[in-house]
């Protein structure tokens, strides 16, 4: 399949040709390396771990089996990725489940309540649908009464989803009168899904940009697991696709400092061998945190800069655990209604490369985890057991007639009790900094991925873009980068830089008198 890069932003002869470093890779570094190799550019992509792909890589332990850094979950209001799966040639790697959201049921621990799209229904009908046939969570008085409020976002679309972002779920519930158990029931596990935090630290935004995106389309919902670990299923095709068109992917390549001349342009790359970079053209594709540490002395007054003191990431944990036998298996993600845990999955059960027939490995996104992202306590800074005693807790009470949180537990590795699965082995990744923070008012400080250096471009999935942190975000974040790049090498003007905050503008001003 042709690239679904703009057929008009390719290099028309070899004195366009451009060479661009970019630093990461992650989804975004690589999608942005292979749209510029699309447009017949040279990039090299610098990537300092000795794996590819940032939050979606993964690495094998001492007995063989995958750790992932998260639970990633494809959807099909993915437009960028699922035209980047069509042009990898790889579309048959994505296993597609039934189409319906699974809720762990709050008071009837082992039981699962659905929402189910019905097939050749088109959206947003499907949806409504599949609310109004669900009976468990919501009554039909709560039904109505959640609807008005979301209207304007179908009638009014990005201009209404915009004008919410100073509000967090919580506010916006009270504030159009939604009944407070939507919260309960829906919101709570639908902010730890989207972004690893509480309904009253979340921006509505979030929450309303992701409804107007898999409501507009009638498989938008639909989910797929990668068939297999993200860097061999997914990173080392866009490895080969990039080398194919002569760019190159280097790992265990860290990047050290971007040194600048007296103008404030970029002189080279250091690399943290010593080895200096130099490039016609260069992409950061790093998180926002580390961006920030990265940013050279003499750029750092300059308000495009500042607005990324307003950015940070999310703590999130991510844990593996096998037991000795198969749990009630589910072949979905599973929203978990637990204080304590996000969404999860048996992957046993649901991915190819980890079927099990005998055993479950529950893969679950511990969320939230620090005061920043909602409740008391500061999860990322406990011991492995620690965090495994209170998922298994928290499992025992989901599940009891499966899982029993044996209080010999993990000393022992007793049997479980009255025939309850054994847990035989568990791997706990903690991720300080993940996706950027949405917390209320975040998005207008999110950068364009052009910035005011020369030959300088952003990308990441906390750019300024229509999706969210995400694994299509990344991935649009990357093509939006390359856009800039490709469209400056044919001697274009640059699509201007977003509009930057009055308040950015006054703390970047402070900054320079002081
Ligand atoms: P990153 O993946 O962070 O990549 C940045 C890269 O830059 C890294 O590889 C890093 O090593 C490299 N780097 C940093 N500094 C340097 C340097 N100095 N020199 C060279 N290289 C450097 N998204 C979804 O869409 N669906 C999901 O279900 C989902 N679940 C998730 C679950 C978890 C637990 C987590 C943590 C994330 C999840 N996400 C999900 C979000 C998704 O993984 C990210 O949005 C996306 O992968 C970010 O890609 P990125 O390329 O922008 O950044």
């Known amino acids: 399949m042709s690239s679904s890069f703009t057929s008009s932003l390719k290099v028309q002869n070899e004195s366009q040709k451009k060479k661009v470093a970019i630093i990461g890779g992650g989804l975004s570094g690589l999608a942005c390396a292979k749209y510029l190799s699309d447009a017949g550019h040279e990039p090299i992509v610098y990537e300092a771990r000795d794996v590819l792909g940032g939050k979606v890589s993964a690495w094998q332990d001492e007995d063989g089996d995958w750790i992932e850094t998260g639970l990633h979950i494809f959807f099909g209001a993915y437009p960028n990725m699922m035209n980047m799966f069509a042009e990898l040639n790889i579309h048959d790697r994505l296993q597609w489940k039934i189409h319906q959201m699974i809720f762990a049921m709050q008071e009837l621990p082992g039981e699962f309540t659905t929402f189910d799209f019905i097939p050749g229904i088109p959206a947003p009908f499907n949806f409504g649908l599949a609310i109004l046939m669900n009976q468990k969570m919501l009554t039909l008085a709560e039904k109505i009464q959640t609807a008005p409020p979301l209207l304007p976002m179908l009638i009014e679309g990005q201009s209404f989803i915009d004008a919410q972002d100073e509000l967090s779920v919580t506010d916006f519930m009270r504030k159009y009168g939604m009944p407070e158990r939507i919260n309960e029931e829906v919101f709570i596990a639908m902010a730890k899904a ?18 107007n995106r898999f409501l507009n389309e009638s498989n938008g919902l639909q989910m797929a697991f990668l068939d297999g670990n993200q860097p061999d299923r997914l990173c080392e095709p866009m490895k080969q696709h990039i080398e194919a068109r002569g760019g190159k992917v280097i790992t265990n390549a860290p990047i050290e400092k971007i040194v600048t001349k007296e103008d404030g342009t970029i002189d080279h790359l250091l690399m943290r061998s010593g080895e200096k970079i130099t490039a016609d053209e260069y992409i950061s594709a790093m998180p926002v945190d580390i961006v920030k540490r990265m940013t050279p002395k003499n750029w750092q007054n300059m308000p495009y800069f500042r607005q990324f003191d307003e950015l940070e990431g999310i703590p999130v944990i991510n844990l593996h655990m096998w037991f000795d036998k198969k749990l009630k298996a589910v072949d979905h ?4 209604r637990s204080p304590l845990l996000s969404v999860y999955a048996d992957m046993s059960v649901t991915c190819k490369e980890y079927e099990d027939p005998d055993k479950s490995m529950l893969e679950l996104v511990f969320a ?38 044996d209080e010999k537990w993990p000393a022992t590795k007793s049997q479980g009790p009255n025939g309850t699965a054994k847990l035989i082995k568990y791997s706990v990744v903690k991720v300080p900094r993940s996706v950027y923070a949405a917390i209320p008012g975040r998005n207008k400080y999110r950068p364009s991925q052009t910035t005011p250096i020369p030959h300088f471009t952003m990308a990441g999935d906390w750019t300024s873009q229509k999706f969210l942190g995400s694994m299509e975000g990344a991935v649009l974040g990357g093509k939006l980068a390359a856009e800039v790049v ?12 977003k509009e930057i905050q009055q308040d950015i503008m006054e703390k970047a001003a402070a900054h320079v008198a002081a």
């Open 194 to 211: 989207l972004d690893f935090i509480d309904p009253d630290k979340l921006s509505m935004t979030v929450v309303l940009t992701a409804m």
């Open 333 to 336: 993600l599973c929203f978990s």
């Open 368 to 405: 939230p985890c620090s005061p920043i992202a909602g409740g008391n306590t500061n999860w990322i800074a406990k011991s492995d057991e620690e965090i495994i005693d209170a998922t298994m807790g928290e499992l025992a009470r989901l599940f009891p007639t499966e899982i029993a949180n």
């Open 486 to 497: 490709a469209n400056r090498a044919l001697g274009n003007a640059d699509k201007p830089i």
